[in-house]
Nanobody
Framework: VQLQASGGGLVQAGGSLRLSCAVSGASVTVVGWYRQAPGKERESVALMTGGGIISYADAVKGRFTISRDIIKRMVYLQMNSLNPEDTAIYYC?????????WGQGTLVTVSS
């Protein structure tokens, strides 16, 4: 199983980015995005269950949207109204056959 995240970059506060995660070797049913800011622990940002139930961290509710394309095996994170507190490395994860698989991370930097 391999995951390749992309779409990170430098954006000004108030801007938007769309992260993508290409998955090979696994289905994209139970998926999630996480982030780790400098000096902080990794935290959950957005999760989607196999049945499509979605949950978001309070800090991103109303600004971030997780989605998936089961046929293409892609997971997305649309991020709007970004602020400097969103600066972090973002990781995608899939749960497949009892195991958790992570992408390599993509850096998002939001300037004020």
């Amino acid at each position: 199983v391999q995951l390749q995240a992309s779409g990170g970059g430098l954006v000004q506060a108030g801007g938007s980015l769309r992260l993508s995660c290409a998955v090979s070797g696994a289905s994209v049913t139970v998926v999630g995005w996480y982030r780790q800011a400098p000096g902080k622990e990794r935290e959950s940002v957005a999760l989607m269950t196999g049945g499509g139930i979605i949950s978001y961290a309070d800090a991103v509710k109303g600004r971030f949207t997780i989605s998936r394309d089961i046929i293409k095996r892609m997971v997305y994170l649309q991020m709007n109204s970004l602020n400097p507190e969103d600066t972090a490395i973002y990781y995608c994860k899939v749960r497949y056959r009892g195991g958790d698989y992570w992408g390599q991370g993509t850096l998002v930097t939001v300037s004020s």
